[in-house]
C-alpha cells in the first residue's frame, strides 16, 4: 500500500494472447491535489473483469480502447480524501471508474460521474462491486429483462462458477426456474450445486461434457445467458426450444485472441431463438431500484455472493488473467488499500 506516491498501471503496448505484466509500465507520480471542483479519491477494491482485456485491445467495442499510455481502465471503489467538489465530501464512499492507480481526480469532466455510496451499506464493499455491483446488475438485466424466465422453464448459464454467472443461476432459482451451470471442474460444479442451490451442473472440462448437458435438459433449454460463445454456445444453442431467449452477456473464450467467433447458427433461424446483446449500462437508468433489490436478496441470504479478493495494487496485471485460467470463484477483486 501506497500513501505517498500515486503508483498506476499504464498501458504500453496492446497485449498479444494472455496479457503480460511487460505489457504495462508501472509508474509513480505524485499523490494528486484536487483542482477547483474536483475531489481526490484513495482507491481501495479494484474490480478485474473480462472486458479489461478488450479495452486493452483496439477491436471494435463499446467504449474507446484504453490508449497506450493512459492509466488501464478498471471499475473500483474508494475513499474521498480531499475535495473541492460539492459532489463530494471528504469521507465519502464513491464508485466508478477509478482505473488501475492508487489515487484518482473525480471532476465535472469525468465522462462517466463517480458515484457516491450510501453511507451504511448492507453489504462489504468488495460485495458492492460483484453481487450488488456492476455484476450483479448485469445479471440481472440480462436474465430478467432479456431472458424473461418463467417458472418451471430451465435457464443455462455458463461461466456459471463466476461472478455474473453465479448471480444468474441463484436468480434464475428466485425465479422458479430450473437451473443449470456449466464451469470448469468438479470443484466448481460441485459448488454451485450444494452451495448456491443451482439443479444441475456440467463439468466442460470432462471429455463427456455434451452428454452431461443433453442429460440435464431433458425439456431442452428455454433461456440461455450466454458468458462464453464458442464451442460451449454452439452445444446449448442446439438444445434450444422453439423460441427460447439467449441473452448475450460475452464470450469470454475469444478475448485473447484475434480470431472471429465461428459457429452453427442455424437454430437460431430454425427454432426463432431471440439472442439479444446487451451491455450492462444499457439499464443504467434502472440500477437504483435493481441495487436495492439485489442487496436485500444478499443481505438476507438469498442470494449468496463470493469474491476472490487478491492484495496489492501490484499485482493487478497477473491477477486479471485467472479470470481466463478459471482460477476465481465468484468475483474477482484487487485490494488495494485498507478500508
Ligand atoms: N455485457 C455486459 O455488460 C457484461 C458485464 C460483465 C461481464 N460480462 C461478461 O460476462 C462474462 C463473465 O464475466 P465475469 O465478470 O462474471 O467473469 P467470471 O465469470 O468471474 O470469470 C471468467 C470465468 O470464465 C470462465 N472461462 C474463462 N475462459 C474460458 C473458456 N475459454 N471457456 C469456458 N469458460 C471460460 C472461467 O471459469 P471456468 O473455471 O468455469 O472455466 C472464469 O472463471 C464474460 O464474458 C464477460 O465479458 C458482460
Redesign the pocket.
Known amino acids: 500500500m501506497s500513501n505517498n506516491v500515486n503508483r498506476q498501471f499504464r498501458l504500453k503496448s496492446r497485449p498479444v494472447g494472455k496479457i503480460k505484466t511487460t505489457d504495462f509500465d508501472l509508474v509513480e507520480e505524485p499523490v494528486p491535489t484536487p483542482g477547483p471542483g474536483e475531489a481526490v479519491i484513495r482507491n481501495l477494491y479494484l474490480s478485474?473483469?473480462?472486458?479489461n482485456r478488450?479495452w486493452m485491445s483496439d477491436m471494435d467495442q463499446?467504449m474507446p480502447p484504453v490508449e497506450i499510455g493512459a492509466v488501464m481502465r478498471g471499475g473500483g471503489i474508494g475513499k474521498v480524501v480531499a475535495s473541492n467538489s460539492d459532489a463530494y465530501k471528504v469521507g465519502d464512499t464513491v464508485s466508478g471508474l477509478l482505473g488501475w492507480q492508487d489515487y484518482y481526480v473525480a471532476g465535472p469532466n469525468d465522462e462517466i460521474p463517480v458515484g457516491v455510496l450510501p453511507a451504511e451499506l448492507p453489504v462489504g464493499l468488495p460485495t458492492m462491486l460483484g453481487a450488488c455491483g456492476?455484476?450483479g446488475l448485469?445479471?440481472y438485466f440480462?436474465l430478467l429483462e432479456l431472458g424473461q424466465p418463467k417458472a418451471g422453464e430451465t435457464v443455462v448459464v455458463?461461466?456459471?462458477?463466476?461472478?455474473?454467472?453465479?448471480?444468474v443461476g441463484q436468480i434464475a432459482k428466485l425465479n422458479g426456474c430450473r437451473t443449470v451451470g456449466?464451469?470448469?471442474?468438479p470443484e466448481?460444479c460441485k459448488w454451485i450445486v450444494e452451495e448456491l442451490g443451482f439443479d444441475a451442473a456440467v463439468d466442460?472440462?470432462a471429455p463427456d461434457w455434451r452428454e452431461q448437458l443433453e442429460a440435464v435438459t431433458p425439456d431442452g433449454i428455454d433461456v440461455n445467458f450466454?458468458?462464453?460463445?464458442?464451442?460451449?454456445m454452439e452445444a446449448v444453442m442446439a438444445r434450444m426450444n422453439l423460441f427460447s431467449r439467449m441473452p448475450?452477456?460475452?464470450?469470454?473464450?475469444?478475448?485473447?485472441t484475434d480470431e472471429p467467433m465461428r459457429g452453427d447458427f442455424s437454430p437460431i433461424l430454425m427454432r426463432r431463438i431471440n439472442v439479444r446483446?446487451?451491455?450492462?449500462?444499457?439499464f443504467m437508468e434502472k440500477y437504483a431500484e435493481a441495487t436495492m433489490e439485489l442487496a436485500t436478496w444478499v443481505a438476507t441470504g438469498k442470494i449468496k455472493s463470493q469474491e476472490?479478493i487478491v492484495e496489492g495494487l501490484e499485482n493487478a496485471p497477473t491477477a486479471v488473467n485467472?479470470?481466463?485460467?478459471?482460477?476465481?470463484?465468484?468475483?474477482?477483486v484487487v485490494k488495494i488499500a485498507d478500508e
Do not use: H, Q, R, W
Not at 478485474?48 to 472486458?51: A, E, Q, S
Not at 455458463?158 to 448471480?167: F, R
Not at 450466454?226 to 460451449?232: A, H, L, M, P, Q
Not at 446483446?277 to 444499457?282: E, H
Open positions: 478485474l473483469d473480462p472486458t478488450i463499446y456492476l455484476t448485469t445479471a440480462g455458463s461461466a456459471a462458477a463466476g461472478a455474473v454467472g453465479s448471480v456449466i464451469a470448469g471442474g466448481k466442460y472440462k450466454e458468458n462464453v460463445g464458442g464451442e460451449i448475450l452477456c460475452g464470450m469470454i473464450s475469444g478475448y485473447n446483446g446487451f451491455i450492462v449500462t444499457d476472490t485467472k479470470l481466463f485460467e478459471g482460477e476465481n470463484l465468484g468475483k474477482l
